[in-house]
T-cell receptor, first 114, second 113 residues
Framework: KAGVTQTPRYLIKTRGQQVTLSCSPISGHRSVSWYQQTPGQGLQFLFE???????NKGNFPGRFSGRQFSNSRSEMNVSTLELGDSALYLCASSYELAGVYEQFFGPGTRLTVL | KQEVTQIPAALSVPEGENLVLNCSFT??????LQWFRQDPGKGLTSLLL?????REQTSGRLNASLDKSSGRSTLYIAASQPGDSATYLC????????????FGKGTLLTVNP
């Protein structure tokens, strides 16, 4: 089975621009979560989508948004970029089987805001 | 609010040594705990998942234990190799349709040949 894929792998943007990141989950996984990783804050949860609905949300400003499509692929959008948005953005897909819920991560998108 | 702490922050050992990485969490009402490995600039690789009802899980040279009541987990690596050098992250989820992972800051492991 193919793993979680994320595109693009690297992005350079300037302050004030917006960006869209894409995540394709493992086939059959219906849940997609997004995390931000920075050296200072570590890994922080952004949001989770399940069957095209946002199921959970972290403590990030409204500039961060996402959506999920009927094929479970997900996109994350950040508007009005700030320098502090520079980070590695990781997507994870999940399944639940017999009460076991395990998350599998993609390689990430490295976003640099200049 | 769930907080996860990993000790030590960094560890350097000679090849062949057995070692233990520690993880503690403040809210014992967890659904499961996962240990991950992250190589520089890369994504996370899931190593072991322990459900709240389990006490330990093993995979090859890795053994993870869970003591929910005390809010602790350990990752034991036997006969360490230079290829084990990476950052090891511990994460917990609360479950009940909230499966978000709360991560520790990780332990940076260096195994010297």
């Amino acid at each position: 089975k193919a793993g979680v894929t994320q595109t693009p792998r690297y992005l350079i943007k300037t302050r004030g621009q917006q960006v869209t990141l894409s995540c394709s989950p493992i086939s059959g996984h219906r849940s997609v979560s997004w995390y931000q990783q920075t050296p200072g804050q570590g890994l922080q949860f952004l949001f989770e989508y399940f069957s095209e609905t946002q199921r959970n949300k972290g403590n990030f400003p409204g500039r961060f948004s996402g959506r999920q499509f009927s094929n479970s692929r997900s996109e994350m959008n950040v508007s009005t970029l700030e320098l502090g948005d520079s980070a590695l953005y990781l997507c994870a897909s999940s399944y639940e089987l017999a009460g076991v819920y395990e998350q599998f991560f993609g390689p990430g998108t490295r976003l640099t805001v200049l | 609010k769930q907080e996860v702490t990993q000790i030590p922050a960094a560890l350097s050992v000679p090849e062949g040594e057995n070692l233990v990485l520690n993880c503690s969490f403040t809210d014992s009402a967890i659904y499961n705990l996962q240990w991950f490995r992250q190589d520089p600039g890369k994504g996370l690789t899931s190593l072991l998942l322990i459900q709240s009802s389990q006490r330990e899980q093993t995979s090859g040279r890795l053994n993870a234990s869970l003591d929910k009541s005390s809010g602790r987990s350990t990752l034991y690596i036997a006969a360490s190799q230079p290829g084990d050098s990476a950052t090891y992250l511990c994460a917990v989820s609360l479950g009940g349709s909230n499966y978000k992972l709360t991560f520790g800051k990780g332990t940076l492991l260096t195994v010297n040949p």
